[in-house]
């Protein structure tokens, strides 16, 4: 199949390379013009997944030839952006099979990639691919297991058919509302997780955080129409163990840091990398605002992000809330 991957950082890279290396034709989008001149002269991703070996897949730096010939596009670009380089394709996009890799909820909009891909590109069938993932992993061809949602089953068993390998392991999902909240809100909590880290709390601390954060995603995802049972799959629960424990995750690292007492913006910086839960927190606090859920994990990581509350206060407020009782009503009606 011919197929354009749009976006050169680890994640748009690692599955350019699997696609690339199962036969597909692949047109390989970087917009960065280093980066670029690193894959096509070295091999190599040097700043992304500088140990992988892209096998001689070669990034172009043409936009509109990588999309005009091909059957399938996927989107390896950070959710704050997919309106934009939707729009700049929409002529020459619309129609396509779109398959999105990124994670997140618009601002502003409060809209979810797959709503943003039906309002510039309503002729085009949506793909969102998702699950615990890390770049680095799929680059080395370490198993993996990952889910691919859509409204229209028919798409959802191509992009199972075209990225599945021996080490890639691809499940279809119908809820994509549930794999959208789920792959969005999980960096939520690995912030939270890697800011425990950061101020040098322990397991327990962890395993709390995991455990009532899944609980927040299902009760919004709930509240939006998703599935309950989606969380507890490879896009839930799944993606959350791997984004909250492994050293690969961006978010935690930005978490460890915000922790360790830089802002927010430093820690992005630090980083090196987009770290998607940082603009999800807001999102996701104003979509619990508009529909009435509690989600307190979340409420107090906007207040440390963007109200500047001293994590520790923020702690000491979540572990002193009034009693209640672990399971609520919502999950029984």
Known sequence: MKISVIGGGSWGTAIARLLHKKGHAVNFYVRNKDDRDNINSLGINEKYLPQIDLLGLKAQ????????????????????????????IKDIA????IVNLSKGLELNTLDRVSEISSEILPNSN?????????????????????VAASNDYDSSKIVQEVFSTDTFRVYTNDDLIGVEIGGALKNIIALAAGMSDGLRYGDNTTAALATRGIYE?????????????????????????????????????????????LSSEQASKKVGQVVE????????????????????ITEKLYEVIYNNKDPRE????LMTRGYKQEIEEIFFE
């Open 61 to 88: 730096d043409d936009i509109v030839k990588c999309i005009d010939s091909c059957e399938m596009i996927v989107m390896a670009v950070p959710t704050q952006k997919f309106r934009e380089v939707a729009k700049s």
């Open 94 to 97: 619309d129609g396509k099979l």
């Open 126 to 146: 949506f793909v969102s691919l998702s699950g615990p993932s890390h770049a680095e992993e799929v680059g080395k061809e370490i198993p993996t297991a990952i």
């Open 217 to 261: 995603m299902s009760k919004l995802g709930m509240k939006l129409g998703a599935n309950p049972q989606t969380f507890n799959g490879l896009s839930g629960i799944g993606d959350l163990i791997v984004t909250c424990t492994s050293i690969h995750s961006r978010n935690r690292r930005a978490g460890i840091l915000i922790g360790q007492g």
């Open 277 to 296: 839960g940082i603009k999800t927190t807001k999102s996701a606090y104003d979509l619990a605002v508009k529909y009435g859920v509690n989600m307190p």
């Open 314 to 317: 923020a702690v000491v407020e």
